[in-house]
């Protein structure tokens, strides 16, 4: 890298570039461009009509025929084109302009062998139409962290608070207390009902043992209570994040943690119990299986979306390890003008021209003043941005696990069929074996077997069908909040760069007669 | 620094400035520029190319010269130091690979521009010792000044060498020791003694002052280089996003790369305002110490030669010789106490007058880098809140 430079050359006395050093204007007059990215063209509307419904609004009409009663998720809001070999694939060239809220009929039956999801599944419409009008209403705060016990045994309990006007809850108010454990058990349990079938469900905030440890060892000091602070935000966002989904918050086990008093110690959470051998173990399990997996994807969404998902994962990490220097840079910048305007200060005692000295008292109180503007400034950029990112990595996770779930699907479906291919070979052999009083049986035998594996073979397709159907909805749901979450976050955190440049103004403005004052 | 350079009237009887400069390898050559009335020189307009080490040749002759004891001799302008920019700018050549190709551009040409201002600094702070050394009503005469501005050849100064260098490190360590003793012996006179006492505090103060203000200014830089970084993964976020809040990402990442930039120049302004000014007033502060110092000395001189006079008339042996002595400490004493006494109020008189320009300077740029950011701040909000 040539480092040598020589600089441009610079005209005579009366009008060299150092003059200009005085109003700061000099040194970047050749560097500054002001960046004009080109104003994006609105995104073309794609021809999969899945797209549509997050760049152009308007609700696409639910084509699919209805007469299906096992067809859980006809819903007014969400279009799903179908692209399973039997109903055709429905592309529409645009948007299109009608759109005709489609009433599901059908009390939906309990499918064999999906676990009791399906109980609890109601499409919204139908809540709607069961409560006259109860739409998501509701509002949960996590608040008064108190230490329980003490040494190593001791943990942090929380306030839960729920506050809803919604007809599900038996009350208006609820309050319970709740420990870290709690969450993470609620999560465990939601995650193994709900996963594999293709819901995006909110990962609990992490586990910190170095953080907890401090605690309860009751070290009382600044890290400690940030500590708790930044958990008792995070178990608040994924409370809410939680009920926003219309399915999660009907599960029976979500109305518990939130309204029962005395909840069952979740001890399956621990890092180093049974369970969390397990969860580790098999993590390690799908991590090489998903290696292994070649699908053969049809549908060309899903290769669309997976690939956007890792964009986004890659960029968001990106995001947030820069906002998390941010937030580091910022508390030193704090620490560093406190640190200046004690110095400015002692400056300001020792100078014995009074009215430089008061001047320079005047500016030591500023700095110290604007400090602690450095430090708000660093608590919005952490709680704000850097929150808020670093949820959507966890959360991006979950989407990309539950993708990872549907290629688990098709490829059980795929091996089932394989298998049942291979008995219908066998079958065929059997009619050359030689025991003719033995081939009845084998004959018989087979025959179950392979009834067995078609009844199966229809169980997968059907599963893949249906997993895939779920994630489309749980994509575009997931869309929208992230879309909404993104906005109102984004423009929180421009208020409070708005309201800490008011501030500095305010603090020079009074500070400048201070100094034109020196005489 | 011009902007230390207040109190220096222009005088048409000799003017000095650097005119250009050039940066090669590891030196920077400056050309000195002067335009004198004074019949000393050849002619009225004459240019010579300098280095660094000449600077200090010139500085030290006059710290080393009797007659100007009596003087601040202006400091001598810091070492042009390119290393950490250097570095830096290797550093960003390695790691080409790993970053895209915006990326790196924007790196470099904040460097380029980083380089650029120290070279501007430097080249400032070696005018400003010039141009205090041409107003100085007695320095502007000396003959190793004319000859430093005139002589259009190589000084042939060489720099250093390591034994001189651990002599001067030892008689800095003679000066400090033999500083304190100076110091403890207590002036006659109140104005001297006051401004022993503030001289002392007050060099202290403003070392520390200098030494967090450049803490706080690079945390400052650090910070706008997160934003920068932020506003390119924005960028392209925004790119890769096919919902609406692409144009959020956009919008956004086009704010804070022009907010990072009113931050940049916040930090490179509280350099130039505060950080400079107090790494001057260090300088001179230490050089009014130094002046001081040598008239303690030459008092500890005085008072010696006094009582050595007193010894030989008591003995009645060397009297001449002692009253010769004991003059000539009176005279030397007499003549620094004078000067320094104007001297010391002409520092004071500079200083104060160097920190009202640079303190009003700093809360007028301080105010218009905080109303330029609100204002586009408040314009981007205005968007995107009208667009939700």
């Known amino acids: 890298m040539a480092a040598e430079m020589e600089p441009p050359p610079l005209g005579d006395a009366g009008q060299t570039d150092f003059r200009e050093i005085e109003d700061g204007e000099g040194f970047f007059v050749s560097t500054v461009t002001t960046l004009e990215s080109p104003e994006p063209s609105s995104p073309d509307p794609p021809s999969m009509p899945a797209e549509g419904i997050s760049t152009n609004g308007p609700k696409q009409e639910d084509i699919s025929l209805d007469d299906d009663p096992e067809d859980l998720f006809a819903e007014a809001t969400e279009e799903v084109s179908l692209d399973s070999p039997e109903r055709e694939p429905i592309l529409s060239d645009g948007p299109s302009p009608a759109i005709t809220p489609v009433t599901p009929t059908a009390m939906l039956t309990p499918r064999m062998g999906l676990g009791t999801a399906e109980m609890f599944e109601r499409s919204l419409d139908e809540i709607e139409e069961d409560d006259s009008g109860d739409t998501f209403d509701m509002h949960i705060a996590v608040s008064d962290p108190e230490k329980v016990g003490d040494g190593m045994n001791a ?148 290769e669309e979306k997976h690939q956007q998902f890792e964009n986004l994962d890659l960029q968001l990490r990106k995001l947030h390890a820069s906002v998390e220097c941010l937030v580091c840079h910022r508390k030193e910048l704090s620490v560093n003008t406190a640190s200046f305007a004690k110095s ?106 392979i009834e067995e594996l078609e009844g199966k073979v229809q169980q997968g397709e059907k599963d893949f069908e249906l997993i895939s159907k779920t994630i489309r909805k749980e994509v575009s749901r997931f869309e929208k909040e992230r879309v909404k979450d993104f906005k109102v976050v984004i423009i929180k955190y421009l208020e409070s760069l708005v309201q800490t440049q008011q501030q500095l103004i305010k603090y020079w403005e009074a500070f400048l007669p201070e100094a034109k004052a020196i005489a | ?154 000084l042939s100064v060489r720099g250093k060498n390591k034994r001189e260098k651990m002599e001067d490190f030892f008689k800095n360590v003679v000066k400090s020791a033999d500083g304190v003793l100076v110091a403890g012996v207590k002036d006659v006179d109140d104005f001297f003694e006051h401004e022993k006492t503030f001289l002392l505090e007050y060099h202290n103060r403003v070392k520390d002052a200098s030494a967090k203000s450049d803490r706080m200014i690079r945390s400052h830089k650090s910070a706008a280089d997160d934003i920068n970084r932020i506003a390119s993964t924005l960028y392209t976020l925004g790119t890769q996003d096919s919902t609406d809040v692409c144009k959020f990402f956009l919008k956004v990442s086009e704010l804070f790369e022009k907010t990072r930039k009113i931050e940049a120049r916040v930090a490179a302004d509280e350099d130039l305002k505060l950080a400079d000014l107090l ?91 905080a109303k330029g950011n609100l204002q586009l701040l408040q314009s981007c909000l205005g968007v995107l809140k009208g667009d939700t």
């Not at chain 2, 320094?340 to 002409?346: N, P, S």
């Open chain 1, 344 to 449: 400015a200060a002692m400056l300001g005692n020792s100078e014995d021209h009074t009215a430089l000295s008061r001047a320079l008292s005047q500016l030591a109180e500023v700095e110290e003043k604007i400090d602690q503007l450095h430090q708000d400034q660093a608590y919005a950029d952490f709680y704000l941005f850097s929150e808020l990112l670093g949820d959507y990595v966890r959360l991006i996770t979950a989407v990309k696990g539950v993708f990872d779930h549907r290629m688990k699907t098709w490829s059980k479906w795929q091996d089932t069929q394989l298998l049942l291919q291979k008995k219908r070979e066998a079958e065929s052999k059997l009619q050359f074996a030689n025991k003719p009083d033995k081939l009845q049986q084998a004959q018989d035998e087979i025959k179950e077997e």
């Open chain 1, 155 to 302: 943990y942090m309990g929380y306030k839960v608070t729920t506050k809803t006007s919604m007809t599900i809850f038996s009350k208006n108010e609820t309050t319970v207390r709740r420990r870290f454990s709690d969450f993470l058990g609620l999560h465990s349990k939601l995650a193994s009902r709900y996963l594999h079938i293709g819901y995006i469900v909110p990962p609990a905030p992490e586990k910190s043992i170095v953080g907890m440890t401090k605690v309860k060892v009751g070290k009382e000091d600044l890290s400690s209570a940030e500590f708790v602070e930044k958990r008792r935000s995070a178990l608040e966002r994924y409370l809410m994040r939680t009920v926003k989904h219309p399915i999660l918050l009907k599960d029976p086990d979500v109305m518990m943690f939130l309204e029962s008093s005395e909840l069952p110690r979740a001890v399956s959470t621990q890092a180093l119990s049974g369970a969390g051998i397990l969860r580790m173990v098999n993590k390690a399990a799908d991590a090489v299986n998903k290696m292994t997996i070649k699908m053969n994807e049809s549908d060309a969404w899903f």
């Open chain 2, 279 to 369: 790494k001057y007033y260090l300088r001179e502060s230490q050089a009014a110490k130094d002046l001081l110092y040598r008239r303690g000395r030459a008092l500890v001189d005085y008072e010696n030669a006094n009582k050595a006079l007193d010894r030989a008339r008591a003995k009645n042996k060397d009297v001449l010789q002692a009253e010769t002595s004991q003059q000539v400490c009176c005279q030397k004493f007499e003549k620094i106490s004078e000067s320094a006494k104007q001297e010391l109020i002409d520092f004071k008189t500079r200083r104060v007058a160097a920190f009202r320009k640079n303190l009003v300077e700093l809360a007028e740029l301080e105010l218009k880098h």
């Open chain 2, 1 to 154: 620094v011009s902007s230390v350079n207040v109190d220096l009237q222009t005088d048409a009887t000799l003017q000095v400035d650097i005119s250009d400069a050039l940066s090669e390898r590891d030196k920077v050559k400056f050309t000195v520029h002067t335009k004198s009335t004074l019949p000393n020189f050849k002619q009225n307009e004459f240019s010579v190319v300098r280095q660094h080490e000449e600077f200090i040749w010139l500085h030290d002759s006059f710290v080393e010269n009797e007659e100007y004891a009596g003087y601040i001799i202006p400091p001598a302008p810091p070492r042009p130091d390119f290393d950490a920019s250097r570095e830096k700018l290797q550093k960003l050549g390695e790691g080409e690979g790993s970053m895209t190709k915006e990326e790196f551009t924007k790196m470099k040409q904040e460097l380029e521009a980083e380089y650029l201002a120290i070279f501007k600094k430097t080249v400032a702070m070696h005018e400003v010792f010039l141009c205090r050394v041409a107003a100085h009503p007695v320095l502007r005469k000396d003959l190793n000044f004319h000859v430093f501005l005139e002589y259009n050849q190589d």
